[in-house]
């Protein structure tokens, strides 16, 4: 299994706990379809789950938590994500995942929902 691979099925995993207030930024539900890492660009396929909302959770915190995770590693400086291979998607008709993230810090502190 590929690092990047590892990396987004753990984030589908969730933080493994019972603490209330803690929450999986995906949908657990969610299926990985595809990774692919070229030209520093990782390329991440989730089946049509990924736009189910179930906790409260910042859309902008869910698309960063796969980037930032993503690129903390080697060879990753971007993410691509897509739903059911398509990046013509709106992502709780907040963000649009046509283009490509780049890592962006400011989603992470302790206690953003």
């Keep these: 299994i590929s690092l990047d691979k590892f990396v987004v099925e753990e984030l589908l ?3 493994g706990t019972t603490t209330q207030g803690v929450y999986p930024t995906i949908n657990p539900a969610t299926k990985l379809i595809s990774t692919l ?3 520093n660009t990782c390329y991440v396929n ?3 789950t990924f736009l189910t909302q179930v906790y ?3 859309a902008e915190v869910v698309i960063y938590s796969i980037v930032n995770s993503l690129c903390e590693l080697p060879g990753i400086d971007r993410v691509q994500i897509s739903v059911a291979g398509s990046t013509d998607v709106m992502f709780r008709e907040v963000i649009s ?5 780049s890592r962006d810090l400011n989603y992470i502190q302790n206690n953003v929902k």
């Design 97 to 101: 995942l046509t283009g490509v993230f």
């Design 13 to 15: 995993k969730g933080p």
């Design 46 to 48: 989730f089946d049509s």
């Design 37 to 39: 890492v070229k030209d």
């Design 56 to 58: 409260d959770v910042k």
